[in-house]
């Protein structure tokens, strides 16, 4: 039998009212009954940004309210790169907005051994980072290496950048880490 798009879509329409009548009759709901609508869509300011985890550079389209609070983070269709799609990192973007109520907002600190994290002030948490640092570094310094060249270096500490530091924080930390004399320097998308 031959069958034309219209008929098929007539017949699909009329099976499918079909099947929402009995349903709402086995389920003894009122056909008349008012439709509730939902707003599928929330209003505000729309700022276009791209993703800060990697060097795709995703891009995506911020929401704020009158207030400035995000309400939304999605992929943005018109990006050439990502055209509103985004991967399981770019789809928790609206994680790293201020109001996330998990957020950590103060350091976590776990001893040698412990199984607990507890929360420390910045002050110490700064200065053990900072001791730690310096008491590595002087521990193993290499002055020269086994052929008398002179190389300033340390092996004994790494520094693995997050995709989540911008460029001039990228900038920095390389900086830092030279100054120091590490020489494993790396970042977890290269990894
Ligand atoms: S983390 Fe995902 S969404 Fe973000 S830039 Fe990379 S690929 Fe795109």
Redesign the pocket.
């Known amino acids: 039998m031959e069958l034309s798009r219209r008929d098929f879509l007539k017949g699909s329409a009329a099976g499918i009212g079909g099947v929402f009548l009995f349903d709402a009759l086995a389920g003894g709901v009122a056909l008349a009954a008012p439709i509730k609508k939902i707003q599928l869509t929330r209003q505000g300011k729309e700022t276009p940004t791209i ?1 800060p ?2 060097a ?3 891009g995506f389209i911020v929401m704020a309210d009158a207030k400035g609070k995000v309400i939304n983070i999605e992929g943005d269709p018109d990006h050439p790169i ?1 055209r509103g799609a ?2 399981a ?2 789809a928790s973007l609206r994680q790293l907005s201020a109001d996330n109520p998990w957020r950590l907002t103060r350091p976590l600190y776990r001893a040698p051994g412990a199984a607990d994290w507890q929360p420390v002030e910045w002050g110490w948490a700064l200065d053990k980072i900072a001791r730690n640092i310096k008491d590595t570094r002087d521990a193993a310094f290499l002055p020269r290496d086994k052929d008398g060249n002179i190389v300033n270096r340390t092996e004994s500490i790494a520094c693995l950048g997050g ?1 989540a530091l911008d460029n001039e924080e990228c900038y920095l930390l390389v900086k830092m880490a030279r100054a120091l004399g590490l020489v494993y320097i790396e970042h977890h998308a290269r990894i």
């Open positions: 993703c985890y990697d795709s550079g995703c990502n985004a991967c990192k770019g995709s």
